[in-house]
């Protein structure tokens, strides 16, 4: 099989030397796209997804920098090469400290780029995309999301311990995965602990292990999860419920890479990277005393923060639609799909529980659909009656004219020259707006005459008394 090109992000107006720029890297393998300014630029980056951003700067000093600081406010990870005829000392250092890999003058040396390209790209060696095995269970078309993706590649290929923050639902747990099956640990084990599960007399055990007799109930010897995990990876899911008495022996663990099974008399060496994973604020529970600051700086390495689902609406299609998948097949509905208006219920909607809600919102939606078409009533329904958005204009004012309409009538009984004149319209006139809401005057004539009446303004007009 092929191996993918790179995309690298070309911004520059000169089309001259975006034409021998281009050559050059397709030469060298690369795939190009182009964006002559910062707003295209931008747009490319989160629609064509580039591994790396080589840019002209547009003037000098701060100006020429600000292109610099919008895409790396875009995409933080993205990898920015620079190519300038107004370059300085002091620009140089300040695109530096900025964050650019390189800051290389024109007329460029085509060998000098291909070198800087090659060094940025060095910390990414799986090829980027929804292709990469440790990111297929990962659905996402989000900037946000691939920025947090890119950061998982890199920080992958070392052996840094990481804290994943976001909030509850979001899927942490899946981001601590796709760390472990990205790194050079993949074929070693992966295990997981959620702190809030563990009772706090049973933590130091499931850690650490235990030796028969170690206390009551102990009948045999048991390794616990740092040697389950030996060079591979554990995870302590929501580190921050962490109990204090158990806070001091894990920095102990980790700082000598070795654990001591309760009741055990030598410790026995262990080879683990830890990823935590936490909704909460750590620095306010240390501010508490209620974490352990050097536990925090042992864990905290590296900081991956996963956006909420409502910052990354793009994606709710795209997940709502897998996991209708998943529900099809389990339940034999092979032609199981969402309504569109359910699918635009689904976007609008707050998401409190992010990724997590959304799965349970469609499953109950489709528990109690009853043909094939979910729609988007029982959407609304699975999300406890919470308005998708702010209905739109037109939509409202439908609302507003459809139920005006229907007071009036109560109010006349169903006589349209009445409701005609306390509305200020025409009989003719008033007649269109009841055709255009499938309205009929002898649907609030009286409970007998709806009863007998065929709805529709034909038979209400026939119906209708003569005023006087």
Same mark, same amino acid.
């Given at each position: 099989?092929?191996?993918?090109?790179?995309?690298?992000?070309?911004?520059?107006?000169?089309?001259?030397?975006?034409?021998?720029?281009?050559?050059? &890297?397709?030469?060298?393998?690369?795939?190009?796209?182009?964006?002559?300014?910062?707003? #295209?630029?931008?747009?490319?980056?989160?629609?064509?997804?580039?591994?790396?951003?080589?840019?002209?700067?547009?003037?000098?000093?701060?100006?020429?920098?600000?292109?610099?600081?919008?895409?790396?406010?875009?995409?933080?990870?993205?990898?920015?090469?620079?190519?300038?005829?107004?370059?300085?000392?002091?620009d140089a250092v300040d695109a530096i400290k900025r964050g650019v890999i390189e800051f290389l003058p024109k007329p460029f040396d085509g060998q000098a780029v291909l070198t800087a390209l090659s060094e940025a790209l060095r910390v990414l060696p799986t090829a980027s995309g929804s292709t990469a095995p440790w990111r297929s269970d990962i659905l996402t078309r989000s900037p946000l999301m691939e920025d947090v993706l890119a950061q998982v590649e890199r920080v992958a290929a070392t052996d840094a311990n990481v804290?994943?923050?976001?909030?509850?639902?979001?899927?942490?747990?899946?981001?601590?995965?796709?760390?472990?099956?990205?790194?050079?640990?993949?074929?070693?084990?992966?295990?997981?602990?959620?702190?809030?599960?563990?009772?706090?007399?049973?933590?130091?055990?499931?850690? %650490?292990?235990?030796?028969?007799?170690?206390? #009551?109930?102990?009948?045999?010897?048991?390794?616990?999860?740092?040697?389950?995990?030996?060079?591979?990876?554990?995870?302590?899911?929501?580190?921050?419920?962490?109990?204090?008495?158990?806070?001091?022996?894990?920095?102990?663990?980790?700082?000598?890479?070795?654990?001591?099974?309760?009741?055990?008399?030598?410790?026995?060496?262990?080879?683990?990277?830890?990823?935590?994973?936490?909704?909460?604020?750590?620095?306010?529970?240390?501010?508490?005393?209620?974490?352990?600051?050097?536990?925090?700086?042992?864990?905290?390495?590296?900081?991956?923060?996963?956006?909420?689902?409502?910052?990354?609406?793009?994606?709710?299609?795209?997940?709502?639609?897998? %996991?209708?998948?998943?529900?099809?097949?389990?339940?034999?509905?092979?032609?199981?799909?969402?309504?569109?208006?359910?699918?635009?219920?689904?976007?609008?909607?707050?998401?409190?529980?992010?990724?997590?809600? &959304?799965?349970?919102?469609?499953?109950?939606?489709?528990?109690?659909?009853?043909?094939?078409?979910?729609?988007?009533?029982?959407?609304?329904?699975?999300?406890?009656?919470?308005?998708?958005?702010?209905?739109?204009?037109?939509?409202?004012?439908?609302? %507003?004219?459809?139920?005006?309409?229907?007071?009036?009538?109560?109010?006349?009984?169903?006589?349209?020259?009445?409701?005609?004149?306390?509305?200020?319209?025409?009989?003719?006139?008033?007649?269109?707006?009841?055709?255009?809401?499938?309205?009929?005057?002898?649907?609030?004539?009286?409970?007998?005459?709806?009863?007998?009446? #065929?709805?529709?303004?034909?038979?209400?007009?026939?119906?209708?008394?003569?005023?006087?």
């Amino acid at each position: 099989m092929s191996r993918e090109r790179p995309r690298v992000l070309l911004i520059d107006d000169d089309r001259d030397e975006v034409q021998l720029l281009s050559s050059r &890297l397709h030469a060298a393998g690369y795939e190009v796209v182009v964006a002559a300014t910062l707003k #295209t630029a931008l747009v490319q980056i989160a629609v064509a997804r580039p591994r790396a951003v080589i840019t002209d700067l547009p003037g000098q000093g701060a100006e020429g920098l600000a292109l610099v600081d919008a895409v790396q406010t875009a995409a933080p990870s993205l990898p920015v090469i620079v190519l300038t005829a107004h370059g300085t000392i002091p620009d140089a250092v300040d695109a530096i400290k900025r964050g650019v890999i390189e800051f290389l003058p024109k007329p460029f040396d085509g060998q000098a780029v291909l070198t800087a390209l090659s060094e940025a790209l060095r910390v990414l060696p799986t090829a980027s995309g929804s292709t990469a095995p440790w990111r297929s269970d990962i659905l996402t078309r989000s900037p946000l999301m691939e920025d947090v993706l890119a950061q998982v590649e890199r920080v992958a290929a070392t052996d840094a311990n990481v804290c994943i923050l976001g909030p509850s639902g979001s899927g942490k747990e899946l981001l601590a995965r796709a760390i472990h099956y990205a790194s050079r640990r993949a074929r070693a084990p992966y295990v997981a602990v959620n702190c809030t599960a563990i009772p706090e007399g049973l933590f130091e055990s499931e850690l %650490f292990g235990h030796r028969r007799g170690a206390f #009551t109930g102990a009948t045999q010897d048991r390794i616990g999860l740092f040697q389950s995990a030996d060079r591979g990876t554990l995870l302590l899911d929501e580190v921050g419920d962490m109990p204090g008495a158990i806070q001091g022996k894990l920095l102990r663990a980790l700082g000598e890479g070795a654990v001591r099974a309760v009741g055990a008399n030598e410790a026995v060496k262990v080879d683990v990277r830890i990823v935590s994973a936490t909704h909460r604020k750590l620095e306010e529970r240390i501010a508490a005393r209620a974490f352990r600051e050097d536990l925090y700086y042992r864990l905290n390495v590296v900081t991956l923060t996963l956006p909420a689902l409502a910052e990354r609406r793009e994606d709710i299609p795209l997940l709502a639609k897998h %996991f209708l998948a998943r529900l099809a097949a389990r339940y034999e509905r092979p032609r199981l799909e969402l309504a569109t208006e359910a699918t635009e219920h689904l976007i609008g909607a707050p998401w409190p529980g992010n990724v997590r809600q &959304l799965q349970n919102v469609v499953e109950q939606a489709a528990a109690l659909a009853v043909g094939d078409v979910i729609s988007a009533e029982l959407v609304r329904r699975a999300l406890g009656g919470v308005p998708a958005s702010l209905t739109p204009l037109d939509e409202a004012r439908r609302g %507003f004219e459809r139920d005006y309409l229907v007071q009036i009538l109560k109010i006349t009984e169903g006589n349209v020259t009445h409701a005609a004149r306390l509305a200020r319209r025409n009989r003719t006139e008033f007649y269109r707006l009841l055709d255009r809401h499938a309205l009929a005057p002898s649907m609030f004539k009286g409970e007998r005459g709806a009863a007998a009446a #065929t709805p529709g303004p034909e038979r209400g007009r026939a119906n209708e008394p003569s005023s006087t």
